[in-house]
């Protein structure tokens, strides 16, 4: 398998533009994360699927961040409109209820 | 809920020195423990994990960590640091099972001197 695949892994995009970020779950596993990881914050879970169905949301900053997961191998993380705050690397994960598996994360840089 | 404590933000020890980065959790629920290891630029990647069983658990690159409950501790050591050990460390905990939201310490930057 080649582990959780993310694109893109660098974004650059101006404020107010919609960004939309993409992960690719291992295949076979039931859960996926999005975490969001920065200098001050560390990593912050954003939410998290189980089995498609959104869990837990409760991380998700504000309404400017939405995510989906319309298939067991595919999600998308979107802000719209994107702000200057909004950069980090983002970091998408699955898990089979024990270990997760992280992707290389996209570097996100709204100026 | 969960949480983990990572105290300090920096180690920094000598090649072949002893390498110990401590971890501390709260769990409402007996839990998964487990070090990730994130090298620049990088994901983060497995060390090793605690689930059940045996208390004293050995990951990749000579990493082993000992789960204590009584201590609520999951302290990550190495017998002899390399250079190549220097990255940033992670402690995780989770529930497990169908329960299996990974919540993260703030980590360690361990630095290794020539």
């Known amino acids: 398998d080649a582990g959780v695949i993310q694109s893109p892994r660098h974004e650059v995009t101006e404020m107010g533009q919609e960004v939309t970020l993409r992960c690719k779950p291992i295949s076979g596993h039931n859960s996926l994360f999005w975490y969001r990881q920065t200098m001050m914050r560390g990593l912050e879970l954003l939410i998290y699927?189980?089995?498609?169905?959104?869990?837990?949301d409760s991380g998700m900053p504000e309404d400017r961040f939405s995510a989906k997961m319309p298939n067991a191998s595919f999600s998308t993380l979107k802000i719209q409109p994107s702000e200057p705050r909004d950069s980090a690397v983002y970091f998408c994960a699955s898990s089979t209820n024990t270990e997760a598996f992280f992707g290389q994360g996209t570097r996100l840089t709204v100026v | 809920a969960q949480s983990v404590t990572q105290l300090g933000s920096h180690v920094s020890v000598s090649e072949g020195a002893l390498v110990l980065l401590r971890c501390n959790y709260s769990s409402s629920v007996p839990p998964y423990l487990f070090w990730y290891v994130q090298y620049p630029n990088q994901g983060l990647q497995l060390l090793l994990k605690y689930t059940t069983g045996a208390t004293l658990v050995k990951g990749i690159n000579g990493f082993e960590a000992e789960f204590k409950k009584s201590e609520t501790s999951f302290h990550l050591t190495k017998p002899s640091a390399h250079m190549s050990d220097a990255a940033e460390y992670f402690c995780?905990?989770?529930?497990?099972?169908?329960?299996?939201?990974?919540?993260f310490g703030k980590g360690i930057t361990l630095s290794v001197r020539p």
């Open positions: 699927f189980n089995n498609n169905v959104p869990i837990d």
């Open positions: 995780a905990v989770s529930g497990g099972g169908a329960n299996s939201k990974l919540t």
